[in-house]
């Protein structure tokens, strides 16, 4: 029952369901476009709750999205019950960084065909729209960019993306397989820290087939094919609310 009401919440149903890179690619596509990316529990200084039932009945029956350490958490429950072998690693993000963050990033990682893939719907900004060989120095390109993994001695692997004609890392991890426990510390840490980007103002994002529907703060962007088409600065809390529930299925309000 929980798989078929997980699927149906991204377009999709068990008829779907094969063991091949083409089903992952279609959940990965359909779940980033249906699933917010958002911090709005944060602001509100509600506790993010990392079990699979609560991740469940936020994702699942009260249509909200999370940030990475739900999202991934959530795909990862849905892959390991519909049988696919499911790994979830701690990783640095490290776009945009000049120094070594902490780490801050659930990783997913999923075998299909004997081959590992990193699935990833757990980012708000443009990320890989599709599952990723792991596998070193192969450029791979997806309907948003061409990415390729490394290693590195210290940061283990590395994902790189391609910006004209360089690379530049996008995150790392290390392969020492985390459970769900495991996430709550870092979780905790972007909930509470004053370093944390995540417990400032509305961070909230949601892929489009072409584009990318964005909240940073208080300003609202629609992207589509990489371009700014649509932009509203400085809306107030009423647009806010407005936008959220037209443009990404989610009800909610600041608690005063």
């Given at each position: ?20 890179y ?16 958002e ?54 993000f490290?776009r ?20 590992r ?22 450029e ?23 910006v ?13 397989e ?5 996430f ?6 972007c ?10 103002s ?6 489009t ?10 300003d ?30 989610i ?6």
């Amino acid at each position: 029952m929980r798989r078929d009401r997980y699927l149906a919440r991204i377009g999709m149903s068990l008829a779907d369901v094969s063991h091949t890179y083409d089903f992952l690619r279609a959940l990965q596509q359909n779940h980033i476009t249906s699933v917010p990316y958002e911090n709005l529990d944060i602001l509100n200084g509600k506790p993010i709750d990392l079990s699979e039932d609560a991740l469940f009945e936020k994702i699942v029956t009260h249509h909200r999205g999370g940030y990475c350490f739900e999202l991934g958490g959530a795909v990862a429950m849905l892959l390991c019950e519909l049988g696919f072998e499911t790994k979830c690693y701690l990783g640095r993000f490290l776009r945009g960084e000049k120094e070594i963050p902490v780490r801050r990033h659930r990783v997913v990682i999923t075998k299909c065909e004997g081959k590992r893939y990193v699935i990833e719907v757990g980012i708000g900004i443009e990320a890989p729209r599709a599952p990723l060989l792991l596998e070193e120095g192969i450029e791979q390109a997806c309907s948003n960019g061409t990415f390729r993994f490394t290693r590195d001695d210290f940061l283990g692997w590395v994902l790189n993306e391609k910006v004209g004609d360089k690379w530049k890392p996008y995150y790392s991890f290390t392969e020492e397989e985390q459970l769900d426990i495991d996430f709550i510390q870092p979780s905790f840490y972007c909930e509470k820290h004053p370093a944390s980007p995540f417990n400032k103002s509305p961070m909230v994002a949601i892929k489009t087939p072409n584009g990318r529907r964005a909240i940073n703060d208080r300003d609202y962007k629609i992207f589509e094919g990489g371009e700014l088409v649509h932009i509203e600065e400085n809306i107030t809390d009423a647009r806010l609310y407005e936008i959220l529930k037209q443009d990404f299925g989610i009800t909610w309000q600041f608690e005063k």
